[in-house]
């Protein structure tokens, strides 16, 4: 019987956790970004049957023209290089959507810097420090409160509510994009996990085990086969810093301190620290595994996410901890490359740590990136529309059924697709990031990036050794007490 996955259903069942933290039943939810919680299993079989023909129908109407009189360039800078598009769904149907949009727009110039997504983030927190963003840019949810004050980004409210696709809109996905009431961004690309271990299952079988265990101490055990194999357990990249946080400890620190606790963070109502003992109990696990353990590959923080990534390629190391964009990266690689390989890699949570008490299967979800416009185009307003076009294009149902109908993918707008049509592979990552586990936000998709740029420099020396968990927590809180009291 044929199955209809619509993308409204997505972002009823990812967004789960984006406007209360993550506290409630089953909900799957924020790439990020990757965040009031609805149960996964009853949006699912609420969704199944709705909007479908909805979000196509008015997707194909919106879609149909574009009425932009502005005739001139528009600077546009974002990372989805074509090295990243390879395999990558958002990126992919992001660079797809922005050449039709110009194709549609002859007499606009799109001016485009592509960075690869390390450099970007550099690049785009310079420019923005020089008051000298470009006309559109993709805002990473830590800056909005942040730039918005500054008055560097465009106060998109009044666009976002007013959109052709307002009706397909999930709202909760806003949230990273909101200051004081006020939307400054389109949620972009395509909602999906930051933390999901990638596992090749006929390892862990020849390990003793049908599939990735479910605790820290099984999988320590199964370390010695692993090594006696000459392999590594788990391979990790933290060279850009953030990965630790994003792709592991923004997920672990849940089984420590329940939902609540990063909902507190975010509000900055006073009623959670970075020092809360639960935090640092979490901070202390990850010191102890990466660097008290053998199971993760020793050159860890040298080693980009890509290097790591290519370990679990080439059969080094019998998983891997990591985003939703390598998922798509390695599926793309193995496909033709590896069959078997291919079919036998599987999808998991970070498994309980033994001292966690609010372990759930938790797996962080989101849209960690919006479209966003430099305030400065608002003195063109011909300009200014143009902007908010290629806005609402690259974010709207011609995305997101692109998206949808080439990966199993959702986005921020409405689009249907058959999910049956997809091979095992693609249905399992499905399942894992949409249906089968509890959703919660990705710490740097909210708060400043000021915050975590301390937690993740000096997480990076803990798990070196160089330094206690307790003085990691305790300086981090010390960069958000100075971020409330801007």
């Given at each position: 019987?044929?199955?209809?996955?619509?993308?409204?259903?997505?972002?009823?069942?990812?967004?789960?956790?984006?406007?209360?933290?993550?506290?409630?039943?089953?909900?799957?939810?924020?790439?990020?970004?990757?965040?009031?919680?609805?149960?996964?299993?009853?949006?699912?079989?609420?969704?199944?049957?709705?909007?479908?023909?909805?979000?196509?129908?008015?997707?194909?109407?919106?879609?149909?023209?574009?009425?932009v009189s502005y005739a001139g360039n528009i600077s546009i800078m974002h990372f989805s290089t074509s090295e990243e598009s390879e395999g990558n769904g958002g990126s992919d149907g992001f660079r797809t959507c922005l050449?039709?949009?110009?194709?549609?727009?002859?007499?606009?110039?799109?001016?485009?810097?592509?960075?690869?997504?390390?450099?970007?983030?550099?690049?785009?927190?310079?420019?923005?420090?020089?008051?000298?963003?470009?006309?559109?840019?993709?805002?990473?949810?830590?800056?909005?409160?942040?730039?918005?004050?500054?008055?560097?980004?465009?106060?998109?409210?009044?666009?976002?509510?007013?959109?052709?696709?307002?009706?397909?809109?999930?709202?909760?996905?806003?949230?990273?994009?909101t200051a004081d009431g006020k939307y400054y961004a389109y949620p972009a690309l395509t909602g999906g996990t930051c933390t999901v271990v990638v596992y090749d299952q006929s390892m862990w079988q020849a390990a003793g085990?049908?599939?990735?265990?479910?605790?820290?101490?099984?999988?320590?055990?199964?370390?010695?086969?692993?090594?006696?194999?000459?392999?590594?357990?788990?391979?990790?990249?933290?060279?850009?810093?953030?990965?630790?946080?994003?792709?592991?400890?923004?997920?672990?620190?849940?089984?420590?301190?329940?939902?609540?606790?990063?909902?507190?963070?975010?509000?900055?109502?006073?009623?959670?620290?970075?020092?809360?003992?639960?935090?640092?109990?979490?901070?202390?696990?990850?010191?102890?595994?990466?660097?008290?353990?053998?199971?993760?590959?020793?050159?860890?923080?040298?080693?980009?996410?890509?290097?790591?990534?290519?370990?679990?390629?080439?059969?080094?190391?019998?998983?891997?901890?990591?985003?939703?964009?390598?998922?798509?990266?390695?599926?793309?690689?193995?496909?033709?490359?590896?069959?078997?390989?291919?079919?036998?890699?599987?999808?998991?949570?970070?498994?309980?740590?033994?001292?966690?008490?609010?372990?759930?299967?938790?797996?962080?979800?989101?849209?960690?990136?919006?479209?966003?416009?430099?305030?400065?185009?608002?003195?063109?307003?011909?300009?200014?529309?143009?902007?908010?076009?290629?806005?609402?294009?690259?974010?709207?149902?011609?995305?997101?059924?692109?998206?949808?109908?080439?990966?199993?993918?959702?986005?921020?707008?409405?689009?249907?697709?058959?999910?049956?049509?997809?091979?095992?592979?693609?249905?399992?990552?499905?399942?894992?990031?949409?249906?089968?586990?509890?959703?919660?936000?990705?710490?740097?998709?909210?708060?400043?990036?000021?915050?975590?740029?301390?937690?993740?420099?000096?997480?990076?020396?803990?798990?070196?050794?160089?330094?206690?968990?307790?003085?990691?927590?305790?300086?981090?809180?010390?960069?958000?007490?100075?971020?409330?009291?801007?």
């Open positions: 019987m044929k199955k209809k996955i619509v993308s409204t259903l997505l972002c009823a069942a990812m967004a789960a956790t984006m406007l209360a933290g993550c506290g409630s039943n089953g909900d799957a939810g924020t790439d990020a970004g990757t965040d009031a919680n609805t149960s996964t299993d009853a949006g699912t079989d609420a969704g199944t049957d709705a909007g479908t023909d909805a979000g196509t129908d008015a997707g194909s109407d919106a879609d149909a023209g574009s009425d050449a039709k949009w110009q194709e549609e727009n002859p007499n606009i110039t799109l001016d485009e810097t592509v960075l690869a997504n390390g450099d970007y983030k550099t690049q785009i927190a310079t420019l923005a420090a020089a008051d000298d963003l470009p006309d559109v840019f993709l805002l990473q949810g830590m800056n909005t409160i942040s730039w918005a004050a500054q008055g560097l980004v465009y106060d998109l409210t009044d666009s976002i509510t007013s959109s052709p696709y307002a009706d397909l809109y999930n709202m909760d996905y806003l949230v990273p994009f085990y049908d599939s990735f265990p479910t605790t820290w101490a099984d999988v320590e055990a199964a370390d010695a086969y692993f090594n006696d194999q000459g392999i590594d357990t788990l391979a990790f990249g933290n060279q850009g810093q953030w990965n630790l946080n994003s792709c592991f400890v923004s997920c672990l620190g849940y089984q420590y301190t329940g939902t609540e606790w990063f909902s507190n963070i975010i509000a900055g109502n006073g009623e959670a620290a970075f020092t809360d003992p639960e935090f640092v109990a979490a901070l202390t696990e990850t010191q102890r595994l990466f660097h008290d353990t053998d199971l993760f590959n020793k050159d860890f923080n040298a080693l980009t996410n890509e290097d790591a990534r290519e370990r679990y390629i080439s059969g080094d190391c019998a998983a891997y901890i990591c985003g939703n964009w390598d998922v798509s990266y390695i599926q793309a690689t193995l496909k033709d490359s590896d069959p078997d390989k291919y079919n036998n890699t599987k999808f998991a949570v970070l498994p309980q740590a033994a001292d966690a008490t609010k372990y759930e299967k938790f797996q962080n979800i989101g849209l960690g990136y919006g479209v966003a416009i430099s305030s400065k185009v608002a003195d063109d307003p011909e300009k200014l529309a143009a902007c908010i076009d290629l806005a609402q294009y690259l974010t709207g149902t011609e995305f997101s059924n692109y998206v949808g109908e080439n990966y199993a993918l959702g986005g921020f707008c409405g689009s249907s697709f058959d999910l049956s049509k997809f091979d095992q592979f693609t249905q399992d990552f499905y399942n894992y990031s949409y249906v089968d586990n509890k959703g919660c936000e990705i710490y740097d998709s909210y708060v400043d990036g000021s915050v975590w740029s301390v937690l993740n420099t000096e997480m990076q020396e803990m798990v070196n050794g160089d330094k206690d968990p307790a003085t990691v927590a305790a300086d981090t809180q010390a960069a958000y007490e100075a971020y409330l009291a801007q």
